[in-house]
């Protein structure tokens, strides 16, 4: 176990839970644990830098033994020795996220009110998945697209982002500009001027890394 990463380790904690047919909150109540011991808040402390954190073994022990696993078929899941995991990650319609107090301020998700969506391969720390309701982002995203966003990946000139601004509102743009003091958006099709903010007035910003369309 000790050669296993902290993203391999959290990997084969949700494939477990998507195996035995629940969320990983479930999945710790089962094994009889605080019900957030597993949520993606609780992988990556809220410092800046943001540090992984780790399951203990007295954790990992206890769902083992409720969900009769072995040790080593742990290990095995965690290595992807076993058959394709779906992975699950916070979910929740991007109208509602816009709302106050489903964000930390680094930009993870947290909250009652976040849902679970599954989808295919291992999620990235911290990732979560907004569903797109409206037209507004058309025809980029439409209704029914599900994009999947990353805190912890970097950002770059030309990268898709979600931006949480000072004012409370919640932006999906393109990064055409980054400067030590600046940020330049521009609308997802590139017809839409830029949006000059200052980073002052940038609460937080993550990667848009996926889209289900």
Do not use: C
């Amino acid at each position: 176990m000790s050669t296993l990463s902290h993203s391999q380790i959290w990997s084969a904690i949700d494939a477990l839970a998507v195996r035995m047919t629940m969320t990983p909150s479930a999945l710790a109540r089962r094994a009889g644990l605080d019900p957030t011991s597993f949520n993606r808040s609780k992988r990556m402390s809220s410092g800046k830098p943001s540090r992984p954190r780790w399951p203990s073994t007295e954790s990992l022990a206890k769902v083992l033994e409720a969900t009769g696993m072995s040790l080593a078929d742990f290990a095995a899941l965690a290595e992807g020795q076993a058959a394709q995991v779906r992975s699950q990650m916070p979910l929740l319609g991007l109208e509602v996220a816009a709302h106050h107090g489903h964000f930390d301020q680094l930009g993870y998700p947290v909250g009652a009110v976040w849902g679970v969506a599954v989808l295919p391969g291992h999620a990235e720390d911290g990732a979560y998945a907004l569903d797109i309701a409206d037209t507004e982002l058309a025809p980029i995203y439409r209704p029914g697209d599900r994009i999947v966003v990353s805190p912890a990946r970097e950002i770059r000139a030309g990268d898709r982002v979600l931006v949480k601004l000072v004012s409370g509102a919640l932006v999906v743009k393109r990064v055409s500009g980054l400067s030590p003091t600046q940020l330049s958006l521009v609308g997802l099709d590139g017809q839409t001027p830029d949006l000059v903010l200052d980073l002052a007035d940038v609460v937080w910003m993550s990667r848009i890394v996926w889209v289900s369309q």
